[in-house]
Each structure stands twice: as C-alpha cells, then as structure tokens.
C-alpha cells in the first residue's frame, strides 16, 4: 500500500507540475497580448492626438487668412 501511496502522490506531483507550467505558459501569454494591445491603443491615442492637433493649425490657418 505504500508504494501505491507514492506512486499515486508522484502522479499527483507530476499531473499538478503540467498544470503550473500551463498556468504559468498562459499568464505569460496573456500579458504579451495585453503589453501589446496597451503599446497599440497607445499608438493610437498618438495619432489621434497628431491628427486634432494639425487640423487645429488648419483651422487656425485658415482664420488668419479671413476663410473661417
């Protein structure tokens, strides 16, 4: 019986280790998926920031000019 014990509680150890290390496989996926939504979203909010940016200078420009 005590062999059965260890053999049951090493099945154990090993079946709990590939959960840990699937566990820990995704969690690291997960945030490289969620590093690179947050760069992209960044980049984003940047151009939408250029992009409000040159068309205040645009609007600018043209009422300067008397066309706005």
Avoid: P
């Avoid at 509680?9 to 939504?37: A, F, P």
């Avoid at 409000?52 to 008397?66: F, T, V």
Wanted: charged share 25%; proline share 0%.
């Amino acid at each position: 019986i005590e062999t059965q014990v260890k053999a049951a509680c090493l099945t154990w150890h090993i079946s709990m280790q590939g959960n840990y290390d699937q566990y820990v496989k995704t969690r690291l996926e997960l945030e490289e998926n969620q590093m690179k939504r947050f760069h992209w979203e960044q980049d984003q909010i940047a151009h939408m920031k250029v992009g409000r940016l040159q068309s205040q200078a645009h609007d600018l420009s043209e009422r300067s000019r008397g066309l706005g």
